[in-house]
């Protein structure tokens, strides 16, 4: 702020700071509890119009004879997911393929920003005189929470919906029979509360590290070397973006398919 170089820990953590609007007085600045991640809001909202245009219009306009080259790609990735839905999913439903098509291609999107250069979209808003701006939005614990605690929903509305009254004799009698009811209700909440919470540390986990690795390369090494370290962890990080929103993806066809089915 007044041109005195900073070290390489304070570059870090000016790296971990949200843009946050406090709600109590709708000011750019840490209000606890009641304080929205605006850098995470604006760019997550961003990738879903991002996802969901395109691809309507795709489907608006779908060609039956010699499709263009987007629309075989938009094709490739519909007919992946739904084999994909096909080969876990056992029960009926018309929202869970579009629903993992959508978790997929949403979290593909906002991990793929962990390969941008770190500084680049901090730079840019920081020109527009907002000086924390985190461009990962599945680097923040508050989007893989969101996202993980709106599957749980549907799991527990899917079990509710399908199994009824039987549901409550499923979860007061497995696994140890009835007269274990109380292990057995503990056990099942045990079960329920550790999908959510693991779903989304998973990714959070990954993408925090990954973009923290990102910063560490751009903090400790000179401008002149930091592409090849950067440029490695680039294309394997590649691959663990892809890997993070398939397996998002398929935990949730998982979970959605068990509350399906009985024991």
């Not at 995470?40 to 909202?45: D, L, P």
């Not at 245009?53 to 004879?65: H, T, V």
């Not at 929202?95 to 500084?119: C, E, H, R, Y």
Request: charged share 10%; hydrophobic share 55%.
């Amino acid at each position: 702020m007044n041109g005195a170089p900073i070290t390489s820990q304070e570059y870090i953590q000016h790296h971990l700071f949200n843009l946050q609007l406090n709600l109590h007085n709708f000011t750019l600045s840490n209000g606890g509890f009641w304080t929205l991640n605006l850098d995470t809001m604006i760019v997550s909202i961003f990738f879903g119009l991002v996802f969901v245009i395109p691809f309507y219009w795709i489907a608006s306009r779908i060609d039956a004879g010699v499709p263009g080259k987007f629309q075989n790609f938009v094709e490739t990735i519909l007919e992946f997911v739904d084999n994909t839905v096909k080969e876990t999913f056992h029960g009926k439903s018309p929202l869970v393929a579009p629903l993992a098509l959508t978790i997929f291609i949403w979290v593909f999107l906002m991990n793929f920003m962990d390969l941008l250069p770190v500084d680049l979209l901090p730079r840019i808003m920081a020109l527009c005189g907002f000086h924390n701006f985190k461009s990962v939005p599945t680097a923040d614990l508050s989007t893989t929470f969101a996202l993980s605690l709106s599957v749980f929903i549907l799991i527990i509305f899917y079990n509710v919906k399908i199994k009824g009254f039987g549901l409550i004799k499923e979860i007061l009698t497995k696994p140890f029979g009835p007269w274990l009811f109380p292990i057995n209700f503990i056990l099942r909440l045990i079960e329920e509360c550790t999908r959510p919470i693991s779903l989304s540390l998973r990714l959070f986990g990954n993408m925090f590290a990954g973009e923290l690795i990102f910063i560490l390369i751009a903090a400790l090494l000179p401008w002149w070397i930091q592409w090849v370290p950067g440029g490695i962890w680039a294309i394997f990080h590649i691959l663990i973006i892809s890997i993070q929103a398939f397996i998002f993806m398929m935990l949730t066809i998982i979970y959605l398919s068990m509350a399906h089915e009985s024991h």
